[in-house]
Nanobody, 116 residues
Framework: QVQLVESGGGLVQAGGSLRLSCAAS????????MNWWRQAPGKERELVAS????????TYADSMKGRFTISRDNAKNTVYLQMNSLKLEDAAVYYCNAKLGNQDYWGKGTLVTVSS
């Protein structure tokens, strides 16, 4: 059974940091591209960051570059999102996504709230 379980969300002040984790099981994690997405209330889901199967290639949405870092540990079947210098507009539910060809798995999300 495929599972992606996000954790690490919570309430943080603007300017602060959070580290999200996504623990994967039920599939060969090291074969998959891993993505973090987010969705704020009333907005469409947007891609935050991606990391290749080996972890050598990472990409970010423009608004996250320099503030967010995606990483993975294939030995632990876990992907991370380090978020620094958080802004009010970063508040959203953050989702972990595993993708390989037409295989597309999603977690249930973790809520990040940013206060002023």
């Amino acid at each position: 059974q495929v599972q992606l379980v996000e954790s690490g969300g919570g309430l943080v002040q603007a300017g602060g940091s959070l580290r999200l984790s996504c623990a994967a099981s039920g599939f060969t994690f090291s074969d998959y591209v891993m993505n973090w997405w987010r969705q704020a209330p009333g907005k469409e889901r947007e891609l935050v960051a991606s990391i290749s199967d080996t972890g050598r290639i990472t990409t970010y949405a423009d608004s996250m570059k320099g503030r967010f870092t995606i990483s993975r540990d294939n030995a632990k079947n876990t992907v991370y999102l380090q978020m620094n210098s958080l802004k009010l507009e970063d508040a959203a539910v953050y989702y972990c996504n595993a993708k390989l060809g037409n295989q597309d798995y999603w977690g249930k999300g973790t809520l990040v709230t940013v206060s002023s």
